[in-house]
């Protein structure tokens, strides 16, 4: 999924949305902060119209600071490792900066990974998410997610 923005202004209320969307259906979201931001993140999200603190509180979301030089694989497969390990079932303890929160995923979210691919995963009817940014004016794809075997990518 690609989201193209008009203003820089957009973003948090597109992603309080998405968020809340997310939330509705069951699902399990985690907001990587930039080092540093997370407390800023979190009062635009609020102001956005996002109820951040019962998310919070019911364990469906997480805003976190990430490592700026870790990799989307590195993080996504270090909590993919702590919940395979959780011996009473789907729970996921996130450690950050400063502190940690456990968070249980239900059976109904898939759990998955990414990794490199070529673009043989690319081929008409293959379910895919596309990352895009404006260069020269024009959408460009920045990263693409494609399923493979007919998985989709969730989103």
Same mark, same amino acid.
């Given at each position: 999924?690609?989201?193209?923005?008009?203003?820089?202004?957009?973003?948090?209320?597109?992603?309080? &949305?998405?968020?809340?969307? @997310? +939330?509705?259906?069951? @699902?399990?979201?985690?907001?990587? &902060?930039?080092?540093?931001?997370?407390?800023?993140?979190?009062?635009?999200?609020?102001?956005? @119209?996002?109820?951040?603190?019962?998310?919070? +509180?019911?364990?469906?979301?997480?805003?976190?600071?990430?490592?700026?030089?870790?990799?989307?694989?590195?993080?996504?497969?270090?909590?993919?490792?702590?919940?395979?390990?959780?011996?009473? @079932?789907?729970?996921?303890k996130l450690r950050y900066k400063d502190g940690e929160k456990t968070v249980v995923v239900p059976e109904s979210v898939p759990i998955v990974t990414f990794?490199?691919?070529?673009?043989?995963?690319?081929?008409?009817?293959?379910?895919?998410?596309?990352?895009?940014?404006?260069?020269?004016?024009?959408?460009?794809?920045?990263?693409?997610?494609?399923?493979?075997?007919?998985? +989709?990518?969730?989103?």
């Amino acid at each position: 999924m690609a989201v193209l923005l008009r203003t820089p202004e957009e973003l948090y209320p597109v992603l309080a &949305s998405f968020y809340a969307l @997310g +939330a509705k259906r069951g @699902g399990w979201i985690v907001h990587r &902060s930039r080092p540093g931001e997370v407390e800023s993140d979190r009062a635009q999200l609020v102001y956005a @119209g996002l109820n951040v603190a019962e998310l919070e +509180a019911a364990g469906t979301l997480s805003i976190v600071e990430f490592d700026m030089a870790e990799t989307p694989e590195q993080a996504s497969t270090r909590w993919l490792a702590q919940l395979d390990a959780a011996p009473e @079932g789907r729970k996921l303890k996130l450690r950050y900066k400063d502190g940690e929160k456990t968070v249980v995923v239900p059976e109904s979210v898939p759990i998955v990974t990414f990794k490199p691919a070529d673009r043989s995963l690319l081929v008409p009817g293959a379910k895919v998410i596309v990352f895009a940014q404006l260069r020269d004016g024009k959408p460009t794809a920045m990263r693409a997610l494609a399923g493979r075997n007919g998985f +989709a990518p969730p989103m």
